[in-house]
């Protein structure tokens, strides 16, 4: 059965940090591009950082600078450490694993929320 778990999401306040975290199990075939999404309430989902299995990454343009994505390949796990942030970034953030033969899969999602 095939897990994403994800955590670290939360409350915080404009100009903090927090580091997500999503550790995948339970995918047959071999893992490549690992990222994270998110989604406001009344906005469309958005792409906020992937990464591939050599470690190439893209970024949203709204969190150039601020945010960073990085992998264990042994541990199957991706994170997303978020910093300087703000109001808008607030939204449930969801992970999501491709893998080959075009399967992709996706967390439950965790709640970030940022006051001001």
């Known amino acids: 059965q095939v897990q994403l778990v994800e955590s670290g999401g939360g409350l915080v306040q404009a100009g903090g940090s927090l580091r997500l975290s999503c550790a995948a199990s339970g995918i047959i075939f071999s893992i490549n591009d690992m990222g994270w999404y998110r989604q406001a309430p009344g906005n469309q989902r958005e792409l906020v950082a992937a990464?591939?299995?050599?470690?190439?990454?893209n970024y949203g343009d709204s969190v150039k600078g601020r945010f960073t994505i990085s992998r264990d390949n042994a541990k199957n796990t991706v994170y997303l450490q978020m910093n300087s942030l703000k109001p808008e970034d607030t939204a449930v953030y969801r992970c999501?694993?491709?893998?080959?033969?075009?399967?992709?899969?996706w967390g439950q999602g965790t709640q970030v929320t940022v006051s001001s």
């Open positions: 999501n694993v491709k893998s080959s033969r075009a399967l992709e899969y």
């Open positions: 990464i591939t299995y050599g470690g190439s990454t």
